[in-house]
């Protein structure tokens, strides 16, 4: 399984960015698919993870009502909006995902997520 993430970029604070992560490969093999991030400095954070239904997500606190993740099935896609960023969301955001089925909820550890993009940069200026 592949992951390639996109849409990362510059932005000022207040402003919206859509990433983008595409799946190709063994994409059979996907459940869950998540987002992490990584500020310099800081250790790896979750952000957001949907299950393979669409039916279940989870969100970290600090991008709650902000952040919304979505997934597309069939064209093997998961999707972060990022409204009202702040300047504390500047970060390399990268894609995950899991082959494993967490039923009754979704996984937010990233030793849990076995498959894993590179990183786009969002940059949020004040």
């Known amino acids: 399984v592949q992951l390639q993430a996109s849409g990362g970029g510059w932005v000022q604070a207040g402003g919206s960015l859509r990433l983008s992560c595409a799946a190709s490969?063994?994409?059979?093999?996907?459940?869950?698919m998540g987002w992490f991030r990584q500020a310099p400095g800081k250790e790896r954070e979750f952000v957001a993870g949907?299950?393979?239904?669409?039916?279940?997500?989870a969100e970290a606190d600090s991008v709650k009502g902000r952040f919304t993740i979505s997934r597309n099935n069939a064209k093997n896609t998961v999707y972060l909006q990022m409204n009202n960023l702040e300047p504390e969301d500047t970060a390399v955001y990268c894609c995950?995902?899991?082959?494993?089925?967490?039923?009754?909820?979704?996984?937010?550890?990233?030793?849990?997520?076995?498959?894993w993009g590179q990183g786009t940069l969002v940059t949020v200026s004040s």
């Open positions: 995950a995902a899991t082959s494993v089925a967490y039923k009754g909820f979704v996984v937010t550890a990233h030793l849990r997520y076995n498959y």
């Open positions: 490969g063994r994409t059979m093999v996907i459940n869950t």
């Open positions: 949907i299950n393979f239904s669409g039916g279940q997500t």
